[in-house]
Structures are given as structure tokens and as C-alpha cells.
């Protein structure tokens, strides 16, 4: 049997392939970790996961984005240290890349 | 909404109109961001040829910007079953991320009854994801939070991309105003209040590690999964207690 081919539907199959994949991907974690027992040994690794997640995401994004992506989440980070305020991290390392940039880093 | 009695001693399960308002605010310092990219996205996708209609339809069923911006470089006029299975599964490994977050704040999620979770998740993104570990940290327990910030944000994010695909061209190139690093900078901020001392800190240094080598050697990114994953590792494998 073969599957008629998917025509002018084409872009909204693909469009519902994209969101089932993502779905799924939103859902699986909560699913997965429901069939695993909550050991103590589990819980450390849940509890060394928000930050590894942060980690592993950013600190390639460094190493691609270049030196003023770098400096501007330093900054970011300095500033949260010193006042705990997301929107004024935010704001100060969008500062920093966008001076950066503008300076032709 | 408590679904059954526990024999720990916790509070309810709660999802409350207070924790999804909480939720909105914290969220908003993150709008500006999704704003401009969601009108990058808009702009993009007029110009891959996406009517106005599938554009808002991707935007309102997929809700995953990066996902969406990579699929607008595979998109094409013609459709074969199997472009349609590639980009799905393109799709999955750039959202990979999202197994690893929701499975974070399971046992959180887990007292709830599985509808909730289930439509909850439905609007699950790396910023609610953010707002609610922090929310979570500092001992708060109600998930309208982070159902309320992924409402939030999922309203602006199908809204914004109309401008963006009517205007198409008129949009100026995003990066120059830094906006591609809106999220990075959220993500780094994020270490500070996440911070519990040298100790529960070298997990993420192995995190790290794993995710610069994984990226030099995989294209795309698997360097997040696979960095985060060995930093869960190590943090179970540290003995002392959590």
C-alpha cells in the first residue's frame, strides 16, 4: 500500500509533523521520569539538571556567537550578582553586545 | 486542585488565576524579545512564500521559535511524505532540550492530575521553563505560573507574527540590536539564583565541558542534550547529600 501523495496539503502536514515533534518532545520528559523511581541518587541528578541544562546551552553559544556575545552574558551575570534583577541583567548585556556590535566586534 | 492525599506532608497542588498573573509578570521582562522574534519569524516566513495563514498556524501548533526559524531553511514549494518526516525530525532534535527541562520539574509536575500536566505542557518553552525553576527554587508550588507565563508568551508570539509576515522586508536584521541574545542572556542569568555553592557547582562544570566538546564535534544541537545529561550524571554520582 502506498500513501497518496500529499499535495497541496503538503505545508499543512508539515506544519503538523513540526508540532506533534515538538509535543512530544515537551511531554516525554514528564512521562519518561514517571517510570523512574525518585531515589536519592536521582533527585541529585534532577537537582544538578537546571543548571546543566543553562551550562551546556550557553556556553557552546559563546564559542559561536563570538567575544561580544561572551562579554555581554559576563555582564549580564555581574549584574545579577549584584542587584538579583532579570530585567536589568537583560538590559545590560543587550547593552554591551549591541556597543560590541556597533563597534564592529 | 489536589488530585489525591499524599502521605508526605505538602502543600496542595495548586494552579491558581494569582500564580498564572505571577507568571505574566515574570515573564514580561522577556516580551520585547519574543516580540522581535516573532516577527523575525513572521518576516521569514513570508519571504520561504508561507501564507499568512500557515505562518500563524505554525506559530499557534509548533510554538518553538528556534525549531521554527530552522525549519523556514528546509521549507520548500513541494512536499514529498519524506521532506515532511525530515523536518519533523529536525524539528524534534532542536526541542530535545524540552524532554530534559519538563523532566527537571517532574516531581513538581507529577501532583498533578495527567490532563493538566498534559495541557500545561502544551505551552512549555525555554522561558516558562526559566520563570518556573526559579519560581520552584524559591519554594513556590503553584503552576498556574508557569502555565500563565507560557500563555502569556504563546498570545504574543502567534500576534506578533502577522506584523512580521505583512511587513516582511521593512524588518531591519534582528542581531543588530542584539535581540538573538535575549535568550542566551536570560539562560546566564539564571546561574545566579540557581547558585548553591562550589560543590553543587561542579556538575555544571561538566556540563559545560561536554556541551563545547559535543558542539565541535556534532552539528546542530545535541550539544545541549548531551552536555546536560552528563552534568545530571555527576550530580548522582556526588555522594554528599543533595
Known amino acids: 500500500m502506498t500513501l497518496p501523495d500529499p499535495g497541496s496539503w503538503g505545508p499543512y502536514l508539515a506544519i503538523l509533523g513540526m508540532a506533534l515533534a515538538t509535543y512530544l518532545c515537551r511531554i516525554s520528559g514528564v512521562v519518561l521520569m514517571s517510570f523512574i523511581p525518585l531515589t536519592p541518587r536521582v533527585r541529585r541528578g534532577l537537582a544538578a539538571l537546571p543548571g546543566s541544562i543553562v551550562v551546556a546551552t550557553v556556553l557552546p553559544l559563546i564559542e559561536r556567537l563570538g567575544l561580544a556575545a561572551g562579554l555581554a552574558l559576563l555582564a549580564a551575570i555581574t549584574s545579577m550578582v549584584i542587584r538579583r534583577n532579570e530585567l536589568l541583567a537583560l538590559v545590560t548585556g543587550m547593552v554591551v553586545v549591541s556597543l560590541m556590535r556597533a563597534a564592529g566586534f | ?242
Do not use: C
Not at chain 2, 33 to 59: N, P, Q
Not at chain 2, 79 to 103: D, E, K, S, Y
Not at chain 2, 199 to 211: E, F, M, N, Q, S
Open chain 2, 1 to 242: 486542585m489536589p488530585s489525591e492525599t499524599k502521605s508526605e506532608p505538602q502543600p496542595a497542588a495548586q494552579l491558581t488565576l494569582a500564580g498564572m498573573r505571577l507568571g505574566l509578570r515574570r515573564v514580561s521582562v522577556l516580551m520585547p524579545g519574543v516580540i522581535v522574534f516573532a516577527v523575525a519569524f513572521g518576516a521569514a516566513a513570508s519571504a520561504k512564500g508561507l501564507s499568512l495563514f500557515e505562518a500563524v498556524l505554525m506559530s499557534a501548533v509548533v510554538y518553538a521559535g528556534v525549531s521554527q526559524l530552522v525549519a523556514m531553511e528546509l521549507w520548500r514549494p513541494e512536499w514529498t511524505w519524506g521532506a515532511i518526516v525530515a523536518l519533523a525530525f529536525v524539528t524534534a532534535t532542536v526541542n530535545a532540550r524540552t524532554i530534559l527541562q519538563a523532566a527537571s520539574l517532574q516531581p513538581w509536575f507529577a501532583r498533578y492530575p495527567w490532563f493538566v500536566t498534559a495541557f500545561q505542557l502544551s505551552f512549555f518553552t525555554d522561558a516558562n521553563w526559566l520563570v518556573g525553576t526559579r519560581y520552584h527554587g524559591e519554594g513556590g508550588r503553584d503552576v498556574g505560573v508557569v502555565l500563565g507565563a507560557g500563555l502569556a508568551l504563546w498570545v504574543v508570539w502567534v500576534l506578533m507574527t502577522i506584523p512580521g509576515h505583512l511587513l516582511g522586508a521593512l524588518i531591519a536584521d534582528p542581531r543588530k540590536f542584539g535581540i538573538d541574545m535575549v535568550m542566551p542572556i536570560f539562560f546566564a542569568a539564571m546561574i545566579v539564583p540557581l547558585w548553591r555553592g562550589k560543590r553543587a557547582a561542579l556538575p555544571w562544570v561538566v556540563a559545560g565541558i561536554v556541551a563545547l566538546v559535543t558542539a565541535r564535534l556534532v552539528d546542530g544541537y545535541a550539544f545541549i542534550i548531551v552536555g546536560a545529561l552528563s552534568g545530571a550524571v555527576a550530580g548522582a554520582l556526588l555522594d554528599d547529600p543533595a
